[in-house]
């Protein structure tokens, strides 16, 4: 982790259906700070369709929680422009098979479903994601259960 940092702020990123909402509802349970830049008012889109995070809403949620380790997780247009504020960037990634089943049998999101929506993602997943692994700091394959995989997150956060 850079020295910058006193505690760690990780940014993860991925494909939809990649388990970011998932990773990050478990840190909440586990007593950790962690934002969704899917759920309501984070985000919002430009004129050609893309997401875009709420850059002020995102740096005051930066700045509130600097006396703690915070985790945010999406994937948007913007997001590079807040890499050198994370300490770690965090591409969590499945194979195409994995991420086709958990978009149709999510529930807490419709996004993915309808054909279109899933030919999207899994465009992105060719072209997208080797982009975002080239600029990650680290990558955590979700297929894994749940509990190991944000062990393994707390593992990178917790070294020296």
Request: proline content about 6%; glycine content about 6%; overall charge negative.
């Amino acid at each position: 982790m850079p020295s910058q940092f006193k505690h760690p702020r990780v940014l993860l990123t991925g494909m939809s259906g990649a388990g970011k909402s998932s990773v990050i509802l478990e840190l909440r349970k586990r007593g950790y700070a962690a934002i969704d830049m899917d759920e309501p008012g984070w985000s919002g889109h430009d004129s050609d369709g893309h997401q875009l995070w709420r850059e002020d809403m995102l740096q005051e949620a930066l700045q509130a929680h600097a006396q703690e380790a915070l985790f945010v997780s999406g994937c948007a247009e913007n997001q590079v422009r807040f890499y050198p504020q994370f300490s770690h960037v965090v591409l969590l990634s499945a194979p195409a098979d994995v991420i086709k089943a958990r978009l149709a049998g999510r529930t807490t999101n419709a996004f993915g479903k309808s054909p279109a929506e899933l030919a999207y993602v899994l465009q992105h997943l060719e072209w997208l994601e080797p982009r975002l692994r080239a600029s990650a700091t680290c990558e955590i394959s979700t297929v894994a259960p749940l509990d190991q995989v944000v062990n393994e997150l707390l593992s990178l956060v917790a070294r020296p």
